[in-house]
């Protein structure tokens, strides 16, 4: 999975530690909370959910 800078919409940086996953965004140089990442898959996934409809 991808996960994005809601800002600037980089690549983020996923540091692992002790359980704890922190996101970093190197192009705004700011640690990201994992409410405001954008996953990259989901997004892509959600306009189709009541979109298409199947006969």
């Known amino acids: 999975m991808t996960y994005l800078c809601p800002d ?8 692992v530690a002790c359980g704890c996953r922190d996101y ?3 192009q ?3 640690l ?4 405001r990442v954008v ?3 989901a997004e892509l996934i959600e306009p189709l ?3 298409a ?3």
């Open 8 to 15: 600037c919409q980089q690549p983020l940086e996923v540091l």
């Open 53 to 55: 409809q199947t006969r």
């Open 28 to 30: 705004c140089q700011q």
């Open 24 to 26: 970093v965004c190197n």
């Open 32 to 35: 990201v909370s994992k409410g």
């Open 39 to 41: 996953h990259l898959e």
């Open 49 to 51: 959910k009541g979109g």
